[in-house]
Nanobody
Framework: QVQLVESGGGLAQPGGSLRLSCAISGFIVPFTYYTVKWFRQAPGKERELVATIVGATDDTIYSDPVKGRFTITRDNPEKTVYLEMNSLKPEDTAVYYC?????WGQGTMVNVSS
């Protein structure tokens, strides 16, 4: 069974950076073929899609609020997907979730505050 474990969340100041990691195991097909998404859910709000890296092509797609600030990448030998977050804003505060193959990770909290 596919399992996802996120890490890298924490406290950052506005304008700062964080890098989230999503380690994935239990593959049925080679890792490179998995489309992986990062979602986030802020307190009192619905979960929203933030970024996608497409399987096989590694094409990337970003939501408008994070475009130009966040970067999603994949490390195939490490079986890990990263979300590099720069120029952080208080409105980026949320629990960030990794998702693939109908499986969710447990989430990692990001708090952007001065």
């Amino acid at each position: 069974q596919v399992q996802l474990v996120e890490s890298g969340g924490g406290l950052a100041q506005p304008g700062g950076s964080l890098r989230l990691s999503c380690a994935i195991s239990g593959f049925i097909v080679p890792f490179t073929y998995y489309t992986v998404k990062w979602f986030r859910q802020a307190p009192g709000k619905e979960r929203e899609l933030v970024a996608t890296i497409v399987g096989a092509t590694d094409d990337t797609i970003y939501s408008d609020p994070v475009k130009g600030r966040f970067t999603i990448t994949r490390d195939n030998p490490e079986k890990t997907v990263y979300l590099e977050m720069n120029s952080l804003k208080p409105e980026d505060t949320a629990v960030y979730y990794c998702y693939t193959a109908t499986i969710w990770g447990q989430g990692t909290m990001v708090n952007v505050s001065s």
